[in-house]
């Protein structure tokens, strides 16, 4: 679930006192900074998993929430064990969390977990503007933007689909210039906010070659059983892209984008001292 629904459901099945209900002067919410440092004790438990604003419980936090319905009992537990994996990365005893809720720890504990939130929101923010603003774009201008992201990555593309019925097929690049060697990449994008199900992608490889390869990149992601279906594809070779995939591969080869691709989504990196979290 994305934080800020995880976040909201939890509000609103909270009796939050005033003082958690106010704000902070930067115009924080009081009661999601402490959820949030709660969860970083989640996160190193091994109970939680974050990943670019989406949170995800693991079999291990299932079973905690299980064996310690005591919500006391059961963040004691996340802090001890957090203590145990800090000390297993050689951190001296004296530099480790203690085993006590945000309100009895130490101050200057306390400020190195407001750093670690604050390191945390701004990566979920930068995400979350990243997402909507590809979500919002028109689909032709998100298909020269896969067109951009090919080329950036030394592909030759050859042709693009024009406005109207594509045949299943958006672009057609190659590994040469001439387009003389195989094989041969057909490429369907679907900027959309649904997830791709089977029918969908047994439409895309019907319009596969045996000497091509497909690429289907989809902002919306794709099903499990549409998952599924392509890892069992015995002849045809198809490579899924979903949004978060194609944000990794533009960053990772946007040193050799153009100019005119860079314009189309302008991204740029922001170096932070990562936190030992």
């Not at 297993?88 to 130490?106: C, D, L, N």
């Not at 939130?117 to 774009?137: D, H, N």
């Not at 992608?201 to 000497?211: C, I, M, Q, T, W």
Request: with cysteine.
């Amino acid at each position: 679930m994305k934080s800020s629904v995880a976040l909201e459901k939890l509000v609103a099945s909270s009796n939050l006192t005033p003082y958690e209900a106010g704000s902070y002067e930067n115009g924080d919410r009081r009661f999601e900074r402490i959820v949030r440092y709660a969860t970083i004790d989640c996160a190193k438990a091994g109970w939680l998993v974050k990943h670019k604003g989406t949170w995800t419980l693991t079999q291990a936090g299932i079973e905690a929430y299980r064996a310690y319905p005591d919500s006391d009992t059961f963040h004691r537990q996340a802090v001890r064990l957090y203590a145990e994996w800090k000390q297993a990365q050689g951190v001296p005893a004296e530099e480790t969390p203690t085993a006590a809720p945000v309100s009895e720890r130490a101050p200057d504990e306390v400020s190195t977990i407001s750093a670690d939130v604050a390191y945390e929101q701004a990566r979920e923010s930068a995400w979350q503007k990243i997402e909507q603003f590809l979500l919002g774009m028109p689909p032709f201008e998100f298909q020269d933007l896969v067109g951009d992201l090919l080329e950036g990555m030394a592909y030759h593309v050859t042709w693009k689909s024009p406005p109207g019925r594509d045949g299943g097929v958006d672009i057609i690049a190659h590994v040469d210039p001439l387009g003389t060697q195989l094989p041969r990449i057909k490429v369907q994008v679907k900027r959309v906010a649904q997830k791709i199900d089977t029918d969908t992608l047994k439409a895309f490889v019907a319009v596969l070659n045996e000497d091509d390869v497909g690429i289907f990149v989809s902002t919306g992601g794709f099903t499990r059983t549409a998952e599924e279906f392509v890892r069992g594809q015995a002849r045809q070779r198809v490579t899924l892209i979903d949004l978060e995939r194609f944000v990794d591969l533009w960053v990772q080869h946007h040193g050799k984008l153009d100019d005119a691709a860079r314009r189309r989504l302008p991204l740029s990196p922001v170096w932070f001292l990562t936190p030992e979290i």
